[in-house]
């Protein structure tokens, strides 16, 4: 890991991240670091869990997000640790404790794949605290105008009914109706809103904190964009109940309406207020 080795550097994006809810970390990763993430990224595609889902198919264009892949975690690990990266996330949230608790991949590639809506990380898991963060790293260059675009400050404010995906509607709700406010429609009025986003080079990284708005821009014809996204539980992370998903959701689940990916394991036995430590987290501090 290669900058970010001063207490002032470090106080900087720790301000940041509390403040805006995001942060953009520059040449954090040595052509090392990067290799050990791209044999992660591949393993994970060449191991697709039952669970993968190809978002808004159509021929020519993949849209592809897979992630809980338990298998896949030695490689992650050895990368988080190797890199340097588990003691760089922890100094941003400020904690004297820290866990892997998964990641997520995309795949972009192919015909022109449309941007993925605005939603908040947070309102599909039942877990609350400052001490969250995500680490979003692409393996390929992401210009300003197809790059991950945030809304600073979002993660203190509301929490949105997040999105199910629907082609035809990106603000339609995830859980039933009434349970949480419904998704404003930001790509309908963006000049009411205050939106960053930063062009990425490998070895760059973006850690947000899953309450902040997020959005990502489309992926051109011709262009691949590989994408890790990792999540890390700091201290006072706590468990935190989730209404009801609404019946015919098909964000995660087969065809007979059953979820394929069961992670009712990893959340049974918490109260909400709980600190939230399942077995299946990964103890990297």
């Known amino acids: 890991m290669s900058t970010m080795n001063t207490a002032a550097n470090l106080r900087q994006a720790r301000d940041a991240f509390e403040k805006d809810g995001v942060v953009l970390l520059k040449g954090v990763f040595r052509a090392s670091d990067l290799a050990q993430a791209k044999d992660a990224f591949d393993w994970s595609i060449a191991h697709p869990t039952p669970a993968a889902q190809h978002y808004y198919p159509r021929p020519g264009a993949t849209f592809l997000q897979d992630s809980y892949n338990v298998a896949s975690w030695p490689y992650y690990t050895k990368f988080i640790t190797e890199s340097g990266l588990s003691s760089l996330v922890a100094g941003i949230l400020d904690t004297k404790q820290m866990w892997f608790f998964f990641e997520q991949i995309f795949l972009k590639s192919g015909d022109d794949v449309r941007r993925t809506p605005w939603h908040q990380d947070s309102p599909?898991?039942?877990?609350?605290?400052?001490?969250?963060?995500?680490?979003?790293?692409?393996?390929?260059?992401?210009?300003?105008?197809?790059?991950?675009?945030?809304?600073?400050g979002s993660h203190l404010g509301i929490s949105y009914?997040?999105?199910?995906?629907?082609?035809?509607?990106?603000?339609?709700?995830?859980?039933?109706e009434g349970s949480m406010p419904r998704l404003p429609d930001i790509e309908a009025d963006r000049g009411a809103w205050t939106i960053v986003s930063w062009a990425t080079e490998p070895g760059d990284?973006?850690?947000?904190?899953?309450?902040?708005?997020?959005?990502?821009a489309a992926t051109p014809a011709g262009?691949?964009?590989?994408?890790?996204?990792?999540?890390?539980?700091?201290?006072?992370?706590?468990?935190?109940?989730?209404?009801?998903?609404?019946?015919?959701?098909?964000?995660?689940?087969?065809?007979?309406?059953?979820?394929?990916?069961?992670?009712?394991?990893?959340?049974?036995g918490f109260k909400p207020g709980d600190s939230f430590r399942p077995k299946s987290l990964v103890r990297l501090l």
């Not at 019946?247 to 069961?262: L, M, T």
Request: aromatic residues 10%; hydrophobic residues 35%; glycine residues 8%.
């Open 205 to 216: 990284a973006i850690v947000f904190h899953p309450g902040i708005m997020h959005g990502g």
């Open 223 to 268: 262009t691949t964009r590989r994408t890790l996204s990792l999540r890390f539980l700091g201290d006072n992370v706590t468990y935190g109940d989730r209404p009801k998903m609404k019946a015919g959701s098909d964000v995660g689940v087969d065809k007979d309406g059953k979820p394929k990916r069961d992670m009712s394991s990893v959340y049974s």
């Open 124 to 152: 599909y898991l039942p877990v609350d605290g400052s001490q969250f963060a995500v680490v979003w790293m692409s393996l390929d260059p992401v210009s300003k105008a197809n790059a991950l675009e945030f809304i600073p």
């Open 161 to 176: 009914n997040p999105t199910s995906f629907d082609p035809r509607d990106d603000t339609d709700p995830f859980f039933e």
